[in-house]
């Protein structure tokens, strides 16, 4: 996701410097180009070699070594960053950027650096919480640089509290989020609904189906990259929820209905990718389910139609995508669908294609609105979702 991005880390002296490892790490599998500078102090807790054999670049330290490719290292790789990150970031190097202090090769390049910055804090408790900290962190916001709140637990010095550094996989979610792809979805907001719904028999069991909810987590966390305002209505999947999405958990169908249904005026585009129950038991009892020969039987009744409800409220200007899973007569199916349900655009799935449907990491989709139809070949569930958002973008 970062391919052609120059990402530089500021590394200053924290015990949690030797996490950065890592995250330089997860940086060159998303095919950054990654740049580590580290003050000297940081240096007591990783050794530069770390930093270069992961990212095969001189690790930058002192602003007087000779040994530079360029004289003017400090200002070239300010100018060349897309964003520069200092994490972990320590009490004296959060004082010196927000005074303007530039005397080494950290605080130098963060001074030319233009590229967004952001800065996650890592100290002891009351380190944290001393005023004069927290004063030079509300300066630096208001110079535009970015404060990652700093976790709470137990911390190097054996406090417990707010101060920790966020883990790295928590970082990478923060730079991918401001590096990883234009703003191209800044200002709308964005409704997504991922996996199944789950409709009690009875208070043990109940009638789900395979849904995974991997097709609408990637249209959400896609629309969040590209700057949308997104709130994701999911059923119960075993995903972890991506971040910086709203996140509304439901259950049934009917829970599904009332979350959707109270946002969609406030939603300039609409995404349904859940697999809504078409059925639901009609009563929710042991006793009624049971018959006299030991077999079940189950009253079924049919759940509101969502999109279809969505179709009839839909207000001027919002845009309401369906998805639909078909084993036969897809096209035929899903343009009767589009129209049943007054959509902008279906997404046609064959369930009988492989590498698509429930489960995969891949799908193999059509593109189906009023006037036109796209047939997409197999691609990543995370493609497709940028896919779907160019459609929807363009009209
Ligand atoms: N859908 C919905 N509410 C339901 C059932 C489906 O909002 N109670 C939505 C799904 O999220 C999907 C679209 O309708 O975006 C099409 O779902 P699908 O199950 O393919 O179509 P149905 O209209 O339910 O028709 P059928 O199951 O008979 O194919």
Do not use: W
Not at 259 to 264: D, F, G, I, M
């Amino acid at each position: 996701m970062l391919q052609g991005k120059t990402i530089v880390l500021g590394v200053t002296g924290s015990i949690a410097a030797y996490k950065i490892a890592s995250l330089a790490s997860m940086l060159i599998k998303q095919h950054a180009d990654v740049h580590v500078i580290m003050t000297k102090n940081a240096t007591n807790f990783i050794h530069p070699t770390a930093f270069e054999t992961l990212t095969n670049h001189k690790c930058l330290v002192d602003t007087f070594d000779r040994n530079f490719q360029f004289h003017v290292a400090h200002v070239n790789l300010a100018a060349q960053a897309d964003l520069m990150m200092i994490a972990p970031a320590s009490a004296n190097v959060i004082g010196k950027l927000a005074n303007g202090i530039a005397d080494d090769m950290l605080t130098t390049t963060a001074m030319a650096c233009k590229a967004p910055m952001l800065i996650a804090p890592a100290m002891n408790t009351n380190m944290y919480e001393n005023p004069v900290l927290q004063d030079n962190l509300e300066k630096l916001r208001s110079y535009g640089k970015e404060i990652i709140e700093p976790a709470s637990g137990m911390l190097a010095c054996r406090d417990v509290g707010k101060g920790k550094m966020p883990e790295p996989e928590v970082l990478l979610q923060y730079i991918l989020r401001t590096a990883a792809r234009e703003k191209d979805l800044a200002g709308k907001k964005i409704l997504v609904t991922a996996g199944p719904t789950q409709e009690a028999i009875d208070p043990v069991r109940y009638i789900t189906n395979h849904s995974t909810g991997k097709m609408g987590y990637a249209i959400a966390q896609e629309a969040m990259l590209r700057g949308a305002e997104v709130t994701l209505i999911t059923g119960p999947c075993a995903l972890e929820p991506p971040m910086f999405v709203d996140v509304c958990p439901v259950v049934s169908a009917q829970d599904m209905y009332e979350a959707v249904v109270s946002r969609q005026q406030e939603s300039d585009v609409i995404i349904m990718t859940a697999a809504v129950a078409d059925y639901r038991p009609s009563t929710v009892s042991d006793e009624k389910i049971k018959k006299a020969d030991g077999s079940l039987s189950i009253p079924l009744t049919r759940t509101t139609d969502i999109l279809k409800t969505l179709g009839e409220r839909k207000r001027t200007g919002q845009f309401l995508c369906g998805f639909s899973m078909e084993t036969q007569n897809m096209l035929e199916n899903s343009r009767s669908k589009l129209a049943k349900k007054n959509l902008d655009m279906i997404v046609a799935n064959n369930l009988k294609v492989a590498g698509a449907g429930f489960g995969t990491d891949t799908n193999v989709v059509t593109l189906i609105t009023p006037d036109s139809e796209k047939e997409l070949p197999l691609m990543s569930k995370q493609e497709v979702a940028g896919r779907i958002l160019d459609e929807i973008k363009m009209r």
